[in-house]
């Protein structure tokens, strides 16, 4: 007994002196290690690597940039299954212990000593994975070992156990770019975390062990076998019952790569708000946590790209067939090699013919014939596989050929029928004013082997299609505040990013002629029943060439009145109206409008559009017109925030148009916001009856095509510059300003007018974006007045003279009154420089 009881007494004093001897190594670890160790508290305020991510005005996601995607989420957002899942796969005690678990930590120094130095699997928590991703570095030794236990401990002095976990969900990578449970199961499922099943959520948990071993796309099988033992374990902790357990360890892989999918395609704003953030922020732009809202409206941008890939389409199409993308294909990825190297060997041996005779003698029994879809067409599917997709327009590989149908397979492996009113379009394209005879057969399109594009119809059936070779842009502005509601600046984006609506300076045309208009109107030099002589005129260009401008039919109306000359869009009337006004000062009305002074050219062509602007330039030179007169200016960043509670950064501060605002108002208030008032440059009553000289250009003029819309509120002029290299239509009504442009980027021509080309992409958009809004037209000004005039003279008519028609005037610029008899008319010309006013002398 007394042995007994000396041995137990040195038992026991054994595991004091180790229990005493493991405090004191803890305390002199703690002593030695805690000077160099990170300060734990800077993790509550720690901010993760986040991706910039750009949107619209009403949240629907535009554009992600940066090499991390993550989606942070906070710990009450994460469902209990997740929790459960990830708990059975790394630390199924986690919210007992305080940071470190005994048993994983014997084991982990049972390996320490095996090893001799180095730790495998590590015994860590949670606790010491989040200290280890946040404040260490990733090395596997027994110091980094101690330092992530200390931390641990401490960390759970100062963290919550969900401040914690919340850390640990939102750091770890997942495999394919994605960090954190949020975007794991964007990239791998293409849902949200919330709408993920038992079985998803068990694959994701699975991930953090070895995202590369266990990862359901690059090894399935390893995959499996870890999610499945993650659901064993949930039942045997009682997360999960014996059903839920059997029906999710059945359910079949469905993991996916999805990339960061945009909810609205609006790849060239996404783009300015890239160069916006790196050029603000520079790098930290891409991890940084920035959100940027844009101006853009949701339901405008699908509406702006789809019609103008739909008028683009509609163009190319009228211009007939250029021939497919690529001819010939092998099918096999066998019959490409041996091409390859046979070009490769035709090339080093074309000085030997007889060398090149034998080959071509190969090349031909080589040769095989497409019959049917049989057989290897591997290589085909490679091809679609890296031709993408343009606008509505699908990759396909021409199957048959035959008769009046082709067979075409698509990159879904599927076999589309094209049917001869899909296919009959497809005249030859000679040049851009001429196209070859009509195709008697699909075999004279394109033949097996070629790859050509191919779109769906409304009606479900496909028509053969190409991609466009003309380019275009679609500016929609809010007239009242100068907001950029969508913007399409190219047929695709993945076929070009060149932003043609802030990039591109064009000719700007006809359309440039309502702001020659305006200076006079505004001037009250002019009204618009003020009557110019449209007749030849010879000048001086600038050089030693005589400038003799034309109208686009050739022909001259003689003495015409300024709404009939801007409605018939007579070039020589506006070069006239010009002449009379003086250069220099109608260049200070169009600096003053908002015009760069710099960019316009200090002649006479100025009044037939010669200046070089930007799509978006002319947006906002319209949507002054629109808004009655106020300068505002175009803007697409709304605000910018930073990090999980979006920290205003910056905020947009425009100035407004304000049609009610007193002369000495200097702020109002557009939907609970308040803004600055933006500057008038013209009077109220000029731009009234601009508007409706505009409005004649619809109802009688080149527009006539928008009376399509049955609408009263809308105007617009058209506008196609010199060899028809570009096509224009600007028109507004109170709530949008809308620009569309068609050119080619090498400024060859079009061989269209602006309404054959643009005016059709503008009423496209705007039916479809007016669409349920009540016509909205602009109250008249108290000092406009109705007169009637003489239609010959533009003078004003008494009461006692029948006839005429009736005309808008500011009522203190009206014209003088028709005499009862006109004795004579001159025309107020001295030679060639003459203004060609005309005046009634008696």
Not at 61 to 71: A, P
């Amino acid at each position: 007994m007394k042995f007994l009881r000396t041995l137990v007494f040195s038992a026991l004093w054994l595991l004091v002196s180790l229990a005493t001897a493991s405090v004191l190594a803890v305390v002199g670890a703690a002593l030695y290690f805690a000077p160099g160790l990170p300060d734990v508290r800077q993790l509550e305020d720690f901010e993760l690597q986040t991706p910039l991510r750009i949107f619209t005005r009403d949240g629907k996601l535009i554009g992600e940039f940066g090499e991390e995607r993550r989606l942070p989420v906070e710990f009450d957002e994460i469902p209990q299954g997740m929790v459960q899942a990830l708990l059975a796969a790394e630390d199924s005690s986690y919210f007992d212990h305080h940071g470190v678990d005994p048993k994983g930590l014997a084991r982990a120094a049972v390996e320490l000593v095996a090893s001799g130095g180095a730790i495998q699997s590590g015994g860590s928590t949670i606790t010491m994975q989040v200290a280890r991703n946040y404040l260490l570095t990733l090395d596997r030794t027994y110091i980094r070992k101690v330092r992530e236990i200390l931390l641990s401990l401490e960390m759970e002095q100062i963290l919550s156990k969900e401040d914690i976990f919340e850390l640990y969900v939102n750091k770890i990578f997942l495999g394919h770019r994605s960090y954190g449970i949020a975007a794991a199961a964007e990239v791998y499922y293409d849902r949200p975390l919330a709408e993920l099943t038992l079985a998803e959520q068990a694959m994701i948990a699975g991930l953090p062990k070895a995202p590369s071993t266990f990862n359901p796309l690059a090894n399935a099988e390893r995959a499996l076998i870890r999610r499945n033992w993650i659901l064993y374990r949930m039942r045997d902790l009682g997360f999960i019952d014996q059903a839920a357990y059997e029906e999710a360890v059945q359910a079949p892989i469905t993991a996916r790569r999805h990339v960061a999918k945009a909810e609205v395609r609006a790849d060239y704003v996404a783009e300015m708000a890239r160069q916006f953030a790196t050029e603000r922020f520079g790098d930290k732009a891409y991890t940084g946590g920035y959100r940027i809202t844009t101006t853009l409206d949701s339901k405008l941008q699908p509406m702006a790209r789809q019609a103008l890939a739909n008028g683009l389409i509609a163009y190319d199409t009228r211009h007939g067939w250029r021939g497919p993308e690529q001819t010939d294909i092998p099918r096999s990825i066998a019959e490409a090699q041996e091409r390859t190297e046979r070009q490769g060997l035709e090339e080093e041996l074309s000085e030997s013919p007889e060398v090149m005779q034998t080959a071509r003698r190969a090349a031909e029994r080589s040769q095989t014939t497409v019959e049917g879809i049989e057989g290897d067409v591997s290589n085909w599917l490679q091809v679609l596989e890296r031709t993408p997709e343009l606008g509505p327009l699908q990759p396909a590989i021409v199957v048959e050929s035959e008769g009046r149908e082709m067979r075409v397979l698509t990159s879904d492996k599927e076999i589309k029928t094209l049917d001869w009113d899909g296919l009959d379009w497809a005249r030859p394209y000679l040049s851009a004013r001429s196209r070859g005879a009509a195709p008697n057969s699909a075999a004279d399109i394109a033949a097996p082997g070629s790859l050509v594009r191919i779109m769906q119809r409304e009606d479900g059936s496909w028509r053969l299609s190409q991609q466009p070779d003309a380019q275009g842009s679609l500016v929609v502005m809010d007239p009242r505040t100068g907001a950029i509601l969508a913007l399409q600046a190219g047929f695709d984006f993945d076929a070009s990013k060149f932003n043609r609506a802030v990039q591109a300076r064009r000719q700007s045309g006809s359309i440039f002629k309502p702001f020659i208009y305006l200076a006079g109107l505004d001037s009250g030099d002019v009204t618009p029943a003020t009557v110019i002589n449209d007749a030849p005129v010879v000048m001086q260009d600038g050089s030693n060439e005589l400038w003799r401008p034309s109208n686009s039919s050739g022909d001259f109306l003689g003495p015409t009145r300024l709404r009939e000359g801007l409605a018939r869009s007579r070039n020589l009337v506006t070069i006239r109206l010009l002449q009379s006004l003086g250069l220099d000062r109608t260049l200070e009305f169009l600096d003053e409008f908002g015009f760069n002074p710099e960019r316009l050219p200090h002649g006479l062509s100025l009044a037939l559009g010669s200046a070089s602007l930007t799509p978006l330039e002319m947006t906002r030179a319209y949507a002054t017109l629109a808004n009655g007169g106020f300068r505002i200016q175009p803007w697409f960043i709304q605000r910018v925030t930073r990090g999980e509670h979006h920290s205003l950064v910056e905020k947009a501060d425009p100035k407004v148009a304000c049609r009610d605002c007193t002369s000495d108002q200097t702020t109002t208030e557009i939907d609970g916001e308040t803004y600055r008032v933006a500057p008038r440059v013209a009077a109220p009553s000029s731009v009234y009856i601009l508007r409706d000289m505009l409005r004649e250009v619809v109802e009688s003029g080149t527009a006539r095509g928008a009376l399509a819309l049955e609408r009263e509120d809308i105007v617009g002029k058209t506008g196609t510059t010199n060899d028809q290299r570009d096509a224009w239509f600007a028109g507004f009504n109170m709530d949008l300003a809308t620009t569309v442009w068609v050119g080619k980027d090498d400024n060859s021509p079009t061989a269209e007018y602006g309404s054959q080309a643009a005016l059709p992409i503008w009423v496209d958009f705007m039916g479809q974006a007016l669409d349920g809004r009540p016509e909205r037209i602009p109250e008249r000004p108290e000092d406009v007045v109705e007169r009637r005039v003489d239609p010959d003279t533009g003078r004003l008519l008494r009461d006692d003279q029948g006839g005429g028609i009736t005309e808008l005037f500011r009522a203190d610029h009206l014209p003088g009154y028709q005499p009862r008899r006109v004795e004579r008319e001159v025309e107020q010309e001295s030679g060639s420089q003459g203004t060609g006013i005309y005046e009634a002398i008696f």
